[in-house]
């Protein structure tokens, strides 16, 4: 008689690889290839009770959650993709791509390539941002920081306070939605409307902007579907699959084939699979 799928042990749950595809939506067979993979890619062990395989769930809940198509172990160290510093930092994918594109003059970390995936150190990665953050707002203009905090000012006056020469800038911040809304806005005889600002308001977009452009910024480099960029982000080293596992494949069922599996796995994989034998064998 097969054992039940869930089971208490010393107080802690234990499951089975039958449970772990109902409670987590992966497949069986990719479920076996983490766990024949386990040396490699940190998936708890396991324990054989009543002649089946069960992991303790909690950990591995814990170890799940921590690795995934966007954060992978890479002899040690913990690589991520740019969707995962996109969600971490807020940053648009772009920015990060163009970051990436000017590493030979911004000092980005260099990348590696996983299958089609590119990925950075992620300690590396988030030192070098420290730095890069601080060095923007530094290079940003000067701030008119006097005045009645309650103040209204036109877009002319906020222009002369923020230290750009005219409008111009801030009329592309408005288009691109980068800039504040106004504290109050008046209709002309013209039915036009006319924005302000109050002096506080602006003073705390300047004290969170993060961006300026580097004088020797390439040409093109802020564009990173130029082909300049695009060749930088190909230009990244190729690591062998065997140099790391990708433990997320979402959604599932179009993904697990696709991305890139250890040879390990794989050979471990092309070797009859208990449940096929009508019993769980690893979970």
Not at 1 to 9: K, Q, V, Y
Not at 56 to 60: I, P, R, S, V
Not at 70 to 95: C, K, N
């Given at each position: 008689?097969?054992?039940?799928?869930?089971?208490?042990?010393n107080?802690?749950?234990?499951?089975?690889?039958n449970?772990?595809?109902r409670i987590s939506?992966?497949?069986?067979?990719?479920?076996?290839?983490?766990?024949a993979?386990?040396?490699?890619?940190?998936?708890?062990d396991?324990?054989?009770?009543?002649?089946?395989?069960?992991v303790?769930?909690?950990?591995?809940l814990?170890?799940?959650?921590?690795?995934s198509?966007?954060?992978?172990?890479?002899?040690?160290?913990?690589?991520?993709?740019?969707?995962?510093?996109?969600?971490?930092?807020?940053?648009?994918?772009?920015?990060?791509?163009?970051w990436y594109?000017?590493?030979?003059?911004?000092?980005?970390?260099?990348?590696?390539?996983?299958?089609?995936?590119?990925?950075v150190?992620?300690?590396?990665?988030?030192a070098?941002?420290?730095?890069?953050?601080a060095?923007l707002?530094?290079g940003?203009?000067?701030i008119d920081?006097?005045?009645?905090?309650?103040e209204?000012?036109?877009?002319?006056?906020?222009?002369?306070?923020l230290?750009?020469?005219?409008?111009?800038?801030?009329?592309s911040?408005?288009?691109?939605?980068?800039?504040?809304?106004?504290?109050?806005?008046?209709?002309?005889?013209?039915?036009?409307?006319r924005?302000?600002?109050?002096?506080?308001?602006?003073?705390?977009?300047?004290d969170?902007?993060t961006?300026?452009?580097?004088l020797?910024?390439?040409?093109?480099?802020?564009?990173p579907?130029?082909?300049a960029a695009r060749?930088?982000?190909?230009?990244?080293?190729?690591?062998?699959?065997?140099?790391?596992?990708?433990?997320?494949?979402?959604?599932?069922e179009?993904?697990?084939?696709?991305?890139?599996?250890?040879?390990e796995?794989?050979?471990a994989?092309?070797?009859?699979?208990p449940?096929?034998?009508?019993?769980?064998?690893?979970?």
């Open positions: 008689m097969r054992g039940p799928d869930r089971r208490e042990l107080g802690r749950v234990l499951v089975t690889r449970e772990l595809a939506g992966e497949r069986e067979h990719t479920l076996y290839k983490w766990w993979a386990r040396a490699r890619n940190g998936h708890p396991g324990i054989t009770l009543d002649g089946r395989l069960y303790d769930e909690q950990q591995w814990e170890w799940r959650a921590g690795h198509a966007y954060r992978r172990v890479l002899d040690g160290r913990v690589v991520v993709s740019r969707t995962e510093l996109a969600r971490v930092t807020g940053q648009p994918i772009s920015t990060l791509a163009q594109g000017e590493r030979a003059h911004n000092g980005h970390p260099e990348g590696i390539k996983l299958g089609r995936q590119l990925y150190d992620e300690q590396q990665w988030h070098w941002h420290r730095e890069h953050t060095a707002k530094a940003l203009s000067e920081r006097g005045g009645d905090p309650d209204l000012l036109t877009i002319s006056q906020a222009a002369r306070l230290g750009y020469a005219d409008t111009s800038t801030l009329t911040y408005r288009g691109r939605g980068q800039f504040v809304e106004p504290d109050h806005t008046e209709e002309l005889p013209s039915a036009r409307p924005r302000y600002w109050k002096r506080r308001t602006l003073w705390a977009f300047a969170q902007r961006w300026s452009r580097p020797d910024r390439p040409a093109g480099a802020n564009r579907w130029s082909p060749a930088a982000t190909a230009e990244a080293p190729e690591v062998p699959a065997a140099g790391g596992i990708p433990l997320d494949r979402l959604p599932t179009r993904a697990a084939d696709a991305t890139a599996i250890t040879a796995a794989d050979s994989a092309a070797l009859p699979c449940t096929a034998a009508g019993a769980d064998g690893p979970a």
